[in-house]
């Protein structure tokens, strides 16, 4: 069993929670993830190593409430245990090397940006972040980006924080006003790593995105987190989740996306109707 030793409400919709998994916390690397499974009736879900400390052992985890584990998840409280807590799975970052970088995050996608941003920083990188949000009450790290970045830069879909507008409006900017990026770091949405992906290639500069598809065994085997990259078939488990963002084929990857909208819709509308249930009974 994995203890759950903090939770925190980093807005109505998402939650940060650290997990006492010692040995993941001594082996975890930015850009892997785990895989958790909160009872013996509950599915499997990856997320992404947002943060460890060795030091008390803990994992620190990041997810969006979007369907029925994640809202079982979010039920929980400091004290509770997980069942399982698996990892860390997926190749590590190779960071090695870059000396100016743009880290671009969108939405929830700031989560998995914030680690790439700090082991940038703490190897004495120059990093500009660029966060995204629809709106103010969904930025989330602000503060926690800020302060392994040499800049950093918010946009709001409303203009209600920060500048109004998209990352790739920020982004173009920089590099328009002269800054040469040894790397661009690009983790949110499918449609917004596109767009980075397709301005960056305008400029010749490398890109690296993070694939999430849907992921269930973590080893390959089951094929449901398959992506074409280069013209090639790719299991972002265990090739990724990190990617050239040039390379892959994001219409493709959009599309398989959107295959179990509706059975994820279904299975969380079940969920709230038997909590109303238990609630009315």
Known sequence: MFKIVKKRELNQHVTLMEIEAPRIAKKAKPGQFIILRINEFGERIPLTVADTNQKTGAVTIIFQIVGKTTMDLNALSEGDSLLDFAGPFGVAS??????????????LGTAIAYPQAKALFNQGAKVDAILGFRNKDLIILEDEIKAVSDRAFITTDDGSNGTKGFVTDILKKLIDDGNSYDVVIAIGPLPMMKAVSNLTREYGIKTIVSMNPVMIDGT????????????????????????????????EAILRSQMYKDHESKAAKRHVCRMEGMQNG
């Open 94 to 107: 190779n960071l090695d090397g870059y000396k100016k970088a743009a880290v671009v995050g969108g939405g």
């Open 220 to 251: 390959g085997m089951c094929g449901g987190c398959r992506i074409t990259v280069g013209g090639e078939m790719k299991f972002a488990c265990v090739d990724g989740p990190e990617f050239d963002g040039h390379l892959v084929d994001f219409d």
